[in-house]
């Protein structure tokens, strides 16, 4: 087998797994109870928490645990809509963005809320200066993921941040689940972020969203104590744990992996690059753990199921899109509607080695060969 699909999830850490199974049995009560067994639930969770802090320089009261990056995504945007109203309805966002970010926007549009799309440079970057003229007095809200999901685009983070920082009635958001566990991320230039455990070896079920602290939220979940109020719901204390656990792996070894990453995306993108019908969607603004391509005149379910014969795994574009529908994150650098409509993407982590990449470009080019000569006939 080769996964290579890491962008739609990775593998759990077998270390995490087993920090969840041990603070499940070791710490049964809830930790907001009063009795002992909840008393020493609360301890440690706390303790986590200031770990936690220590690890991504934020503080405690900054940390709201979600049950992954969608409902924070969904928590900062209705959150802030919700709360600043009197502010304003006008929101800016990017075509890149995750369906997660595009969800709540569709649905604060049906409340009266006008969404607008900041232009994006043809290397897949925000146009600052379109930024910088769209922003208006009634503007709250402004999302930009700090890494795209389809082709792996890092944007100006702190150059957004300032142009947003202009003006004090709007917050900026950005959805950092595919930063995280990559590279590093700096939360001091975000009023809020978003992030998911199981995109970096963690369990599925948990992830954040950082809030500054004098920031107010709308909450989404009402009723029920939890670890803040923005939030209800009993705390997930063995998610948590496991949460702190995985980036605890990750993270001291983030240059290390990043080079390992580079080395197996230069090597692909040479062998992607001898075939003439193959087109890389992926700028040179992206991060090397995602290679977004297209093949023409060979439809991607179609490459996608003919590698999964061979146990090679990649994706069309993100998991959480819409089906059969073209990459609106790939026509929005592109411009090219076939190229949207036949995305391939392949998605590298630190655990692929030079083996499995032999192994991919051995099967790809059979299966390129065979449904090439399929057309022929």
């Not at 890149?96 to 897949?124: D, R, W």
């Not at 032999?358 to 065979?370: C, D």
Request: proline residues 4%.
């Amino acid at each position: 087998m080769v996964y290579l699909d890491y962008s739609a999830t990775t593998p759990v850490n077998p270390d995490v797994l087993t920090t969840f199974n041990e603070v499940s049995l070791e710490y049964p009560g809830n930790p907001n109870s009063l009795h002992s067994l909840g008393h020493k639930s609360k301890l440690l969770q706390d303790e986590l928490t200031v770990k936690l802090t220590n690890l991504l320089h934020v503080q405690a009261e900054e940390i709201i645990y979600t049950s992954g990056a969608s409902e924070a995504n969904n928590l900062a945007i209705k959150g802030i809509a919700l709360k600043y109203q009197n502010r304003g309805k006008h929101i800016i966002t990017s075509m890149l963005e995750h369906a997660s970010i595009f969800g709540p926007l569709n649905y604060l549009q049906e409340l009266g809320f006008e969404i607008e799309f900041v232009n994006l440079k043809p290397n897949g970057l925000v146009d600052l200066e379109h930024l910088q003229s769209i922003i208006r007095d009634d503007t709250i809200l402004v999302s930009i993921a700090m890494v795209d999901s389809e082709l792996g685009i890092l944007q100006p983070i702190n150059e957004i941040s300032q142009i947003v920082k202009k003006h004090p009635k709007c917050f900026f958001h950005s959805d950092v689940t595919q930063a995280m566990g990559k590279i590093n991320v700096d939360f001091s230039n975000i009023d809020l972020a978003s992030f998911s455990a199981h995109k970096f070896y963690g369990l599925k079920g948990i992830g954040a969203l950082i809030k500054k602290q004098k920031i107010m939220l709308e909450p989404i979940i009402h009723g029920g104590k939890s670890t803040t109020s923005f939030r209800s719901g009993t705390p997930a204390l063995p998610l948590i744990a496991s949460l702190f656990k995985a980036l605890s792996i990750i993270n001291p070894k983030l240059n290390e992996n990043y080079q390992l990453v580079k080395e197996l995306h230069d090597d692909l993108i040479k062998f992607l690059k001898t075939f003439k019908n193959i087109y890389l969607n992926s700028p040179e603004s992206s991060i090397p753990f995602v290679i977004n391509f297209s093949i023409d005149e060979i439809k991607a379910e179609t490459f996608v199921h003919a590698l999964d014969q061979h146990q090679i795994y990649i994706s069309t574009k993100s998991a959480c899109s819409k089906p059969n529908s073209p990459s609106q994150a790939v026509y929005a650098v592109t411009h090219n509607s076939k190229a949207a409509a036949s995305s391939l993407r392949i998605s590298l982590s630190y655990l692929t080695t030079a083996d499995e990449i032999s192994t991919f470009k051995e099967k790809f080019q059979q299966s390129y060969n065979y449904l090439n000569n399929l057309k022929g006939e």
